[in-house]
């Protein structure tokens, strides 16, 4: 089995609390920073084994994470075999991901000067600050901040949605040797542990890879700012227009058709025109779909962003494309939409108002996992079928990937469920990359026999 107690506790099980702290440093004095990681950071890092039972959680899970940049701060020079972790996620953002640039980056993620991050995760704001206050003591002078993204569970009924109002972070992967095979879910992927976890079964470089690196894991961590106003403008704008459907019903009915989900969660490719919510809420139905309906598009749309993200069926089942998968533990970020915002249409230009989502995913390999998700398929228009489109919901219009010119509406077919064929013209990016990194999430035995001595 697994070593539950040395992997870091987001990786495989998501530290799940409604406040997560995500803090950038630069290491500044690596002498220091070592010594303390060592005596005193240790043993705030949350393993797996701690968040599984309740009674072991502490008030707020720690993980920390080093870009390539930091391991070299810590004289680390070993080859972790990831050439996109290695150059960081500034030289592959254009040519593999579609950013437009750095233009909307937040500036502390243009250059190299992001060592690592930590993840704060609590039940409340004052809990991640309290401890964010503790590490700062105990690394006494050793780190410069370059840059904090509070996340934040939304509000009331919307907890547990993002920003556009859609339930997210139900469908990851079920991971072999860890995942109770009484808590795999129907329609669930199986994955051997290798695909997240370097060294371990399946992993492609698992005798390759410096033997410290075992049990560790690559995060890729985005700042995707959604422009929630603007998104929800264009549903109303271009309802659908269906038999017995009021123009907010027809609305809905094409969000549900760029997710690939309703609201509730409820797969759409179960229940192609009305939301279910006891549909949603069966644990057991809820993912069991494969995109069987692979001709008219009637039930799911090809471009949808969960058909996009993860094929299943498309591509001859939910297990054959085993490197393709991805454990997202992210969460949403800034303040609910404001009443001007609704009353214009348009997201307020107001720093403080940004929102979003904190994008974390872990893999073994970043190529075959994050970026062939974003490249090969969610920004290809002929994925899965020529004329697909980039995905509706998180395509961009700078894409790059796709056959259609940059900087011009993507064209997005499929979302019609009266006619496949036609094609609708999205002339605004509702998701705006902020920029990132990547990093390297250790396991406990590698900050202690590597990585602070
Ligand atoms: Fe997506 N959203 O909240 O609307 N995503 N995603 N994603 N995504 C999913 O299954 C969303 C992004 C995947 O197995 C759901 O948990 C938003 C990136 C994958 O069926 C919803 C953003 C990438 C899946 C969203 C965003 C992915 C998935 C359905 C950006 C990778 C699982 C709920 C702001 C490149 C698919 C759920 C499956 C699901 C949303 C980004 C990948 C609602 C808003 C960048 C693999």
């Known amino acids: 089995g697994l070593n539950l107690t040395d992997i870091q506790g987001d990786i495989l099980i998501?530290?799940?609390k409604n406040k997560e702290l995500f803090f950038f440093f630069s290491i500044t004095d690596a002498a220091t920073?070592?010594?303390?990681?060592?005596?005193?950071?240790?043993?705030?890092?949350?393993?797996?084994?701690q968040l599984l039972a309740v009674a072991t959680q502490p008030i707020t899970a720690v993980n920390v994470a080093f870009s390539s940049t930091g391991l070299k701060a810590l004289g680390i020079t070993d080859d972790l075999k990831d050439p996109v972790f290695e150059a960081g996620m500034l030289s592959n953002a254009v040519s593999d991901l579609s950013d437009p640039g750095t233009g909307n980056w937040v500036p502390g993620f243009v250059g190299t000067s992001v060592h690592g991050v930590f993840l704060l995760?609590?039940?409340?704001?004052?809990?991640?600050?309290?401890?964010?206050?503790?590490?700062?003591?105990?690394?006494?002078?050793?780190?410069?901040e370059i840059h904090r993204l509070q996340g934040e569970a939304r509000p009331g009924d919307q907890?547990?949605?993002?920003?556009?109002?859609?339930?997210?972070?139900?469908?990851?992967?079920?991971?072999?040797g860890f995942t109770p095979p009484a808590e795999i879910r129907p329609g669930q992927a199986l994955i051997p542990p290798g695909i997240m976890l370097l060294g371990e079964a399946n992993d492609t470089f698992q005798n390759d890879r410096p033997p410290w690196a075992k049990d560790g894991s690559f995060l890729v961590f985005r700042q995707m700012q959604q422009r929630a106003p603007e998104f929800n403008k264009f549903l109303q704008d271009h309802a659908l227009n269906m038999p017995n459907m009021?123009?907010?019903q027809g609305a809905d009915l094409l969000g549900a058709r760029i997710v690939g989900r309703w609201k509730s969660d409820a797969p759409i490719d179960l229940t192609p025109l009305v939301d279910d919510p006891v549909l949603a809420a069966d644990n057991q139905r809820n993912n069991n779909f494969d995109f069987s309906d692979a001709t008219n598009q009637t039930r799911c749309p090809f471009s949808a962003h969960i058909r996009k993200a993860n094929p299943r069926g498309d591509l001859g089942g939910i297990n054959k494309f085993p490197n393709q998968h991805i454990i997202r533990a992210g969460i949403p970020y800034?303040?609910?939409?404001?009443?001007?915002?609704?009353a214009s249409n348009s997201s307020s230009t107001d720093p403080s108002l940004e929102r979003g989502l904190a994008f974390v995913a872990y893999q073994s390999n970043i190529q075959n996992g994050f970026v062939f998700l974003q490249k090969n398929w969610v920004d290809n228009t002929n994925f899965f079928r020529p004329g697909t489109g980039v995905d509706p919901l998180i395509g961009t219009n700078s894409r790059n990937s796709g056959t259609d010119a940059p900087n011009t509406p993507r064209v997005v077919s499929g979302l019609d469920p009266n006619n496949a064929t036609s094609t609708i013209e999205i002339g605004i990016d509702f998701v705006v990359s902020r920029g990132g990194e990547y990093f390297f999430s250790p396991s406990l035995s590698a900050i202690r026999t590597v990585l602070s001595v």
């Not at 907890?159 to 072999?176: K, L, R, Y």
């Open 14 to 16: 998501g530290m799940k």
């Open 33 to 49: 920073f070592k010594a303390k990681l060592g005596s005193d950071i240790l043993e705030l890092i949350t393993s797996t084994n």
């Open 121 to 144: 995760a609590s039940d409340t704001i004052d809990n991640v600050n309290t401890e964010l206050a503790n590490i700062q003591t105990i690394l006494n002078g050793s780190i410069t």
């Open 159 to 176: 907890q547990g949605h993002e920003h556009f109002g859609f339930m997210d972070g139900i469908s990851n992967p079920a991971v072999d």
């Open 246 to 248: 009021t123009s907010e």
């Open 334 to 342: 800034g303040p609910e939409v404001t009443d001007a915002e609704k």
